[in-house]
T-cell receptor
Framework: DGGITQSPKYLFRKEGQNVTLSCEQN?????MYWYRQDPGQGLRLIYY???????QKGDIAEGYSVSREKKESFPLTVTSAQKNPTAFYLC?????????????FGPGTRLTVL | GEDVEQSLFLSVREGDSSVINCTYT??????LYWYKQEPGAGLQLLTY?????DMKQDQRLTVLLNKKDKHLSLRIADTQTGDSAIYFC???????????FGTGTLLAVQP
């Protein structure tokens, strides 16, 4: 089945540790995105990548880093510099055909800092 | 900056129609989307409308777009308990090409 996978579903981290969230897609999409969702709020864009080996900061990039070495993969690292990392993280991708900017989402990773 | 607003909560009875409203500020938005989020899950694309359309119907879903008032609505006919979820409106910014999300409307369907 074509789709977007995120792992793990739940992640626990101690303060001061870096942690990496995985996002993989087999939709052959060029663009990939990372969003953060906090309770009662909409989604906020962390980073996005429109093509392999290139990415741009979104609205809340501080304390996060990404890489895009392969078309299928867009991992997000939450660093110890992120002051309030507990949140639900969503990955999305878009590309191809009519409505090429339409974004499709993965199931999310819930990160909790202990 | 660009902004998308939605009411926070809507309660309906099973079998009734639900109408979820959204207003946006970016008049250059090219596409407008509706997503559904069930508890603990990602966002599921329900439908989208191109900015030069007034209406789009897809089975039980009807999207109405009033560009003059920058108002978008999603009507769900014959609402079922399985429709209970948070519904997000999002606009694709014409200048930025980024999706701007509303805060979401929680739809509660009473049996």
């Amino acid at each position: 089945d074509g789709g977007i996978t995120q792992s793990p579903k739940y992640l626990f981290r101690k303060e001061g540790q870096n942690v990496t969230l995985s996002c993989e897609q087999n939709l052959n999409h060029d663009a990939m995105y990372w969003y953060r969702q906090d309770p009662g709020q909409g989604l906020r864009l962390i980073y996005y990548s429109q093509i392999v080996n290139d990415f741009q900061k979104g609205d809340i990039a501080e304390g996060y880093s990404v890489s895009r070495e392969k078309k299928e993969s867009f991992p997000l690292t939450v660093t110890s510099a992120q002051k309030n990392p507990t949140a639900f993280y969503l990955c999305a991708s878009s590309g191809g055909g009519q409505g090429k900017d339409t974004q499709y989402f993965g199931p999310g990773t819930r990160l909790t800092v202990l | 900056g660009e902004d998308v607003e939605q009411s926070l909560f809507l309660s309906v009875r099973e079998g009734d129609s639900s109408v979820i409203n959204c207003t946006y500020t970016d008049s250059s938005s090219t596409y407008l989307y509706w997503y559904k989020q069930e508890p603990g899950a990602g966002l599921q694309l329900l439908t989208y409308i191109f900015s030069n359309m007034d209406m789009k119907q897809d089975q039980r879903l009807t999207v109405l777009l009033n560009k003059k008032d920058k108002h978008l609505s999603l009507r769900i006919a014959d609402t079922q308990t399985g429709d209970s979820a948070i519904y997000f409106c999002a606009g694709l910014g014409g200048a930025t090409n980024k999706l701007i999300f509303g805060t979401g409307t929680l739809l509660a369907v009473q049996p």
